[in-house]
Every structure is written in structure tokens, then in C-alpha cells.
């Protein structure tokens, strides 16, 4: 029997702030009412807070730096496994590639869950940063991430739903302001480029598939310049699935209702 599963995924950008925001990170968590939830830039070590959600399993991946990047997702159902960024080394090939994968994988930045039907991987992609300083480190993460999600497809024979901010603005209707970015972190040629080749790897990304022409829909704002009240923003967060089940979604949505962190949720429902 098919069965219906629903998704969020958020940038909480600092899960402590959020947890004493009103409404809460509980209190959110819950109104989502979700199977599962994953989170980016928890910004926790190990120990820092007890998330009280009852009916969750949890799964948690840390940075070794303190108060940076990490994700979590939380599972009514139990995995059946769980991996993390270092999973993703034997993709990275060899010399100062996999050097760079290296360092990033220390940063928390994957929960890969594997469930009866599926996958199900949290990604929170690094950051290629003012003037590109980081865009090696970038280049080297995409190509790995790629071989690491079609290697988990090719390996177990489960379609993929991975989902989480992956720090870049696809096409110019992904923006409010492309022309003036054009060349900054999120909407460089080179990062553009790699989300075509993720796609072109298999992957749908299912909110423009499902609305190929709606412009004005985002899921960060910068904190500067009013941008959230103006709407000055950027749809850097996803859910792509693999194309062999891009026909199960039954609905995709962008929730800019939901405030507490400098982005908001988005959500996936799927038949399998």
C-alpha cells in the first residue's frame, strides 16, 4: 500500500535562539506536524540543549568548530541507518579535493537517514562567502555530494529525498535582485553550474516543478536593508527527490508565515 509522508526542512540559523522565541521551535515544530523535520545551522555541540518533541526519533550532526553550521532531523519513524559527511569522502577523488571535502565534512553538515522506502538526507551545503573565498571548498563539496547521493540510489536501490539549504539560487527567477548579484556567493556561474549538474544527475527540484513560473517566492532574507519586508530574497532551500518518483508529489510548499530565523520552512509531501 502507498503511503503518504510529509517533510520540512529549516534553517533555524541558531537553534537556542529560536527555541526562546515565541512562537517557539517546539511550538513550530508541532504546528508543522511533519514525519520528518530537518534542520540546518543548529549552531549546538553535543549536549548544549534537550529537545523535548515527543513522538521524534532524533539524529544529530555536529561541527567540531563550536557554535557553527551542524544539522539534525527528527524521525517519527526510527532510521534504519544513519550516515554523515564523511560518508561523502570516497566522492571527493583525490589530491586537494578530498582534502578540501575533509574540512568541510568536520563541520556537521549531513544526516543521511535510510528508511524502508527511501532515503532521506539534511544537508546544509557550505557557504562559498564574500568574494568567493570559499569556493573551492564549494566546487569540491558539490562534485562529492552528487556522486554521494547517486551511489546511495545506485548502492540500495532507494530513491533519494534530499532537502535542506543548499546555498544557491538556481535560476534569475529564484531571486529578487539577480541582476546585482550576478557574480555574488549563491548566484556565481560556478555554483549555478553544479545545481544543473545535481539535477542533471537525476533530481528534481520539486517546488519548480510543481510552479515553473512563480516569481517572488523565497526562503531567506538577509537580516540588512528590510529585505524580509520587502521581500528581497532568495530561494536558496530545497527538497529535490530522484526523477524515478518525481511523480509521487502530492504537494510542495514555502511557508514565509513562519518566522524565527532569517529563513523559513519548506515542506514536501510525497506518495510512495
Known amino acids: 500500500m502507498p503511503q503518504t509522508y510529509t517533510f520540512a526542512s529549516w534553517n533555524v540559523n541558531g537553534l537556542r535562539a529560536v527555541l526562546k522565541k515565541d512562537p517557539s521551535f517546539i511550538q513550530i515544530a508541532q504546528e508543522l506536524d511533519v514525519d520528518i523535520l530537518a534542520l540546518q545551522e543548529t549552531k549546538l555541540q553535543e549536549g548544549q540543549v534537550d529537545i523535548d518533541l515527543p513522538g521524534y526519533h532524533q539524529t544529530w550532526s555536529y561541527a567540531e568548530r563550536k557554535g557553527y553550521s551542524g544539522t539534525a532531523v527528527f524521525?517519527?519513524?526510527e532510521p534504519l541507518r544513519v550516515l554523515r559527511a564523511d560518508a561523502l569522502l570516497p566522492y571527493a577523488g583525490g589530491g586537494e579535493a578530498a582534502v578540501l571535502v575533509a574540512q568541510a565534512a568536520t563541520e556537521g553538515r549531513v544526516c543521511a537517514l535510510e528508511f524502508d522506502k527511501f532515503w532521506f538526507v539534511d544537508v546544509y551545503t557550505p557557504n562559498a562567502q564574500n568574494e568567493l573565498a570559499r569556493i573551492d571548498v564549494r566546487m569540491a563539496w558539490d562534485d562529492a555530494y552528487r556522486g554521494f547521493l547517486n551511489a546511495l540510489e545506485r548502492e540500495t536501490g532507494k530513491p533519494v529525498v534530499t532537502c535542506g539549504d543548499f546555498n544557491v539560487?538556481?535560476?534569475?527567477?529564484?531571486?529578487?535582485?539577480?541582476?546585482?548579484?550576478?557574480?555574488?556567493?549563491?548566484?556565481?556561474?560556478?555554483?549555478?553550474?553544479?545545481?544543473?549538474?545535481?539535477?542533471?544527475?537525476?533530481?528534481?527540484?520539486?517546488?519548480?516543478?510543481?510552479?515553473?513560473?512563480?516569481?517572488?517566492?523565497?526562503?531567506?532574507?538577509?537580516?540588512?536593508?528590510?529585505?524580509?519586508?520587502?521581500?528581497?530574497?532568495?530561494?536558496?532551500?530545497?527538497?529535490?527527490?530522484?526523477?524515478?518518483?518525481?511523480?509521487?508529489?502530492?504537494?510542495?510548499?514555502?511557508?514565509?508565515?513562519?518566522?524565527?530565523?532569517?529563513?523559513c520552512p519548506v515542506t514536501l509531501t510525497l506518495e510512495l
Open 75 to 77: 524521525s517519527r519513524q
Open 169 to 263: 539560487a538556481h535560476e534569475e527567477i529564484d531571486l529578487k535582485n539577480p541582476k546585482s548579484n550576478r557574480g555574488n556567493a549563491g548566484f556565481s556561474d560556478e555554483e549555478r553550474g553544479k545545481f544543473t549538474e545535481l539535477l542533471n544527475a537525476g533530481f528534481t527540484d520539486t517546488w519548480r516543478a510543481a510552479n515553473p513560473d512563480v516569481e517572488g517566492v523565497y526562503s531567506w532574507w538577509s537580516y540588512r536593508f528590510n529585505a524580509r519586508k520587502n521581500n528581497a530574497g532568495w530561494r536558496i532551500d530545497y527538497f529535490l527527490v530522484s526523477d524515478s518518483i518525481a511523480a509521487n508529489v502530492r504537494d510542495t510548499g514555502i511557508r514565509g508565515d513562519i518566522f524565527g530565523s532569517d529563513h
